[in-house]
């Protein structure tokens, strides 16, 4: 196998069903003007909890996207993110025909897959018995689903896979795509990242008690102030088509940008909870800097992983203070956890974003920051969104669980 | 990536159905001693059948507290066992080690839905449950204990893809270490029974009423089973300059997908044919060189017959020499750890020279005419040893281990 470690890896294809549209144009729209795409949630109770906030998704026709026959067994996620690999493939012009099929591959980053199916599955099997339990719900309560489901819709038969890591789950599934593409075995990726928000995950988070309002105040995500109260969550799916640059170029495609490189890394933590330090995280975002020769002056503006719990926030923005120094204060910072809240494979939505910012050289801002908290301060916090002239990135990806992703990326 | 970074394997641990611990686990294998009885983990009056290969019992952990042993979850425990005794055999003094350079790539299952069925169960019974049943849900939740336990920094990932998973994350371990991003893996995988996937199965009729016969006329489904595998991975220099001992060397892997159904393997068996196809190209690897293939052999009516044709189509007439077998006839399918239990069995053959046997086999089926190695273990020296691992919605994979030859050094 020939080898060319110097090609770049492109984005050529951008797909998203998410609270703020479904559709790029849509969403990118929402997201420049600052609008938020948390309201109170319709989908399922919630009286019985102190937090009644989500970012739902609420107008999604599966039928604009394929036909009931496929979607008829498909829960919501993998319905989200085969939705969002229509587009993804339409925009990136990517027809698959059965000859190119085994170089073309698929990865998705879930958290959790389908937990309503699993639910509903549990459910039946306590409510009527074993006999009774419904295989129909079965085949979708593996996360590995909403990639496989994919995989079917387009004959997609390169490499096939699934990462499941927390909240990182799909800046993790960029990062193993990118390997895969950067090592020869495929020529593009469908990459996506999943999660469903029904009653089962809001009650988890609700009885692990990270959900906002935590100090019994008011409910919102504020990303870096001082009065932040934990999390809201959301639902959605975004798929990005990552390529070698000369399988791109030789279709005659234009990327939107590249990714230069990433590094992942462990923190000093135990399950459930994030770090104590932030150095795992600084180490994180220079190493990735390293692996990308990109130097932290040419990083024009940070895609920030804040979801306005009171430790990640606060552990953020020491670290990208402890890596960037005295850049930090003019270098901007947006969370688009504030306008979307948070699932866990959230990670390529948020590349999505960062991806039509550099298209767009405009800046999402971030919503609900009134007093920066005095522990992420000098950190330049957009919050209006910011016309500039941007040509790389930084993606931060951080889960509590103790497991960091930090990306970079490129306008070409 | 740098492909002439050799990856080794320099540490194993296990727990199975058969022991815990590689040596009782190696022991059952070469004695071909079947791990499927009753199970107890939860009431199974109600199924169509009660047998599973379940870990009868845990050993103590010395690292794990009695806090924490509350708190963790069957599948972490499992996976917590099984690093301590990899990290031990590979004898790397991780407080003299960069730890920076030491990543995790496990695959996982159900994960700690045990405890969250707990948690369910009483929900539904309008019963207090503790959250912190909840914490351990993530299917990444032992790869987070065990990073954390023994405060490891590198790169950490977690793949799942149910039955192939742990496999996947062997793959992509390697592909860590020659990309530079680490320079030892903890790769493998933990999964624990429970519930939801035992009556999964069960209402997918894929479930054996007795012992689980793969490759056999009669086989009526599969077996599911419980443990953990660990492979330690670490780059080739790294490893002789400290003198490691090494068990084989992972020369790579491929995945793909079927696209083709969500539970349903392709009849003809072309998507693991083009695995095994990709995995020996890839590599560079003749199909001739092949001495042994650990097959995914789940004893399901249609995978052990998709699976036999796969092999026929990338091994052409080779395939009738080529001793094929399926240790999950000993210890069940484990699902996400299923991978990598098998990853470590073939290590271990390769080591010892000795196949693992296809128990329960007796009658052979006209459809699957290849050589399963039935219910014996065998002398064979084997040099190159394939392990396939095909799941749930076409994901499917294959890797590729080599005898270690200190004469290539």
Redesign the interface.
């Known amino acids: 196998?020939t080898?060319d470690?110097n090609s770049s890896i492109v984005i050529t294809g951008i797909g998203i069903i998410s609270p703020l549209g479904n559709s790029v144009e849509k969403f990118w729209q929402n997201c420049i003007a600052g609008n938020s795409g948390i309201t109170e949630i319709v989908g399922f109770d919630t009286s019985s909890y102190q937090s009644h906030l989500g970012a739902e998704i609420l107008d999604f026709n599966p039928k604009a996207f394929m036909n009931p026959m496929q979607y008829r067994?498909m829960s919501n996620a993998s319905r989200f993110a085969v939705a969002a690999s229509v587009q993804a493939l339409h925009d990136a012009s990517l027809p698959i025909s059965n000859s190119a099929?085994?170089r073309i591959?698929?990865m998705v980053g879930?958290?959790?897959?389908s937990t309503s199916y699993?639910?509903a599955?549990?459910?039946s099997?306590?409510?009527e018995?074993?006999?009774f339990?419904?295989?129909f719900f079965?085949?979708?309560?593996?996360?590995?689903?909403p990639?496989?489901?994919i995989?079917?819709a387009?004959?997609?038969?390169?490499?096939?896979?699934?990462?499941?890591?927390?909240n990182v789950s799909g800046e993790?599934a960029l990062?193993?795509a990118f390997?895969?593409l950067?090592?020869g075995?495929a020529d593009a990726m469908v990459v996506g990242g999943v999660d469903e928000l029904n009653d089962i995950i809001f009650h988890?988070y609700a009885?692990?008690?990270v959900l906002s309002p935590q100090d019994g105040g008011k409910e919102s995500v504020r990303p870096f102030d001082q009065k932040r109260n934990g999390i809201i969550l959301g639902e959605g799916a975004a798929v990005l088509v990552l390529e070698r640059e000369e399988h791109a170029y030789t279709r005659g495609v234009i990327p939107y940008g590249k990714i230069c490189g990433y590094?992942?890394?462990?923190?000093?933590?135990?399950?459930?909870k994030y770090g104590i330090s932030e150095d795992?995280i600084a180490?994180v975002i220079d190493t990735a800097l390293r692996a990308s020769r990109i130097a932290k002056q040419e990083i024009d503006f940070i895609s920030s992983a804040a979801n306005a719990s009171m430790v990640l926030d606060r552990l953020e923005a020491k670290a990208i203070k402890k890596v960037f120094g005295t850049l930090t204060q003019k270098l901007p910072v947006t969370a688009l956890k504030s306008q979307l809240g948070e699932y866990a494979g959230m990670g390529v939505m948020r590349m999505a974003a960062a991806i039509l910012t550099l298209k767009n050289q405009l800046i999402p801002p971030t919503l609900n920051l009134e007093t920066q908290d005095e522990e992420c301060k000098p950190l330049y916090v957009i919050k209006r969104p910011i016309r500039s002239p941007l040509k790389t990135g930084l993606l931060n990806g951080i889960s509590f669980?103790?497991?960091n992703v930090a990306i970079v990326f490129q306008k070409l | 990536m740098d492909r002439e970074k050799r990856v080794l394997i320099t540490g194993l641990g296990a727990i199975t159905a058969l022991s815990a611990g590689v040596a009782g686990t190696w022991q059952g294998f070469k004695e071909g001693v079947c791990g499927i009885e009753n199970i107890d983990l939860f009431n199974t009056s109600r199924y169509r059948t009660n047998t599973g290969a379940q870990v009868k019992k845990l050993p103590p952990l010395s690292m794990v507290t009695h806090r924490e042993l509350k708190r963790l979850s069957r599948c972490d425990l499992f996976g917590l066992f099984a690093a301590e005794e990899a990290l031990n055999d590979a004898r790397l003094d991780l407080s003299t080690t960069n730890r920076e350079r030491i990543g995790i790539c496990l695959g996982g299952g159900a994960g700690g839905l045990l405890n969250a069925e707990h948690y369910r169960r009483k929900i539904f019974n309008q019963e207090r449950a503790k959250p912190s049943l909840l914490l351990s849900f993530s299917t990444c939740s032992t790869t987070d204990c065990i990073a954390n336990k023994y405060k490891i920094f590198g790169p950490r990932v977690t793949i799942a893809t149910a039955c192939s998973s742990s496999a996947t994350a062997i793959g992509y371990g390697s592909d860590l270490i020659r990309a530079g991003k680490a320079d030892v893996m903890i790769t493998g995988g933990s999964e624990s029974l429970c519930e939801l996937t035992f009556s999964g199965f069960n209402a997918l009729r894929l479930l054996d009423d007795t012992r689980c016969r793969p490759f056999d006329r009669n086989r009526k489904g599969l077996s599911l089973g419980e443990g953990a595998a660990i492979l330690i991975l670490e780059e080739g220099e790294r490893a002789r300059a400290r003198g490691a001992h090494s068990y084989g060397e992972l020369i790579g892997y491929a995945i793909n997908g079927d696209a083709y159904h969500m539970t349903s393997p392709e009849p003809d068996g072309e998507g693991a044919y083009l695995v095994m196809k990709r995995a020996l190209e890839l590599h560079s690897i003749e199909p001739s060189r092949i001495d042994y293939i650990n097959a995914h052999g789940t004893g399901t009516f249609i995978n052990d017959s998709a699976e036999t044709k796969a092999i026929k189509k990338a091994f052409g007439k080779e395939a009738y020499t080529i001793p094929v077998s399926s240790i999950k006839s000993m210890i069940g399918h484990c699902l996400g750890a299923a991978g990598a239990i098998e990853a470590l069995a073939t290590v271990l053959s390769i080591t010892h020279g000795i196949i693992t046997p296809t128990v329960g086999y007796k009658t052979p089926d006209p459809q699957c005419d290849l050589d399963y190695v039935p219910n014996q273990s065998r002398k064979h020296d084997l040099t190159y040893a394939m392990s396939n691992s095909f799941a749930f919605g076409g994901n499917n994979t294959s890797l590729i281990f080599k005898k270690y030859d200190l004469r290539h050094e």
């Not at chain 1, 879930?110 to 897959?113: A, K, L």
């Not at chain 1, 096939?160 to 890591?165: E, G, K, M, R, Y």
């Not at chain 1, 590094?263 to 459930?272: I, K």
């Open positions: 196998m080898l470690m067994k099929s085994d591959g698929c879930t958290g959790f897959g699993t639910d599955f549990f459910s099997l306590l409510k018995g074993p006999e339990a419904q295989p079965f085949s979708e309560t593996v996360p590995n689903a990639a496989s489901q995989s079917i387009h004959k997609i038969r390169g490499p096939l896979s699934t990462v499941s890591h927390n993790l990062c193993y390997d895969l950067k090592s075995r988890s009885q692990l008690g590094a992942s890394g462990g923190d000093d933590t135990e399950v459930g795992p180490k669980g103790g497991a």
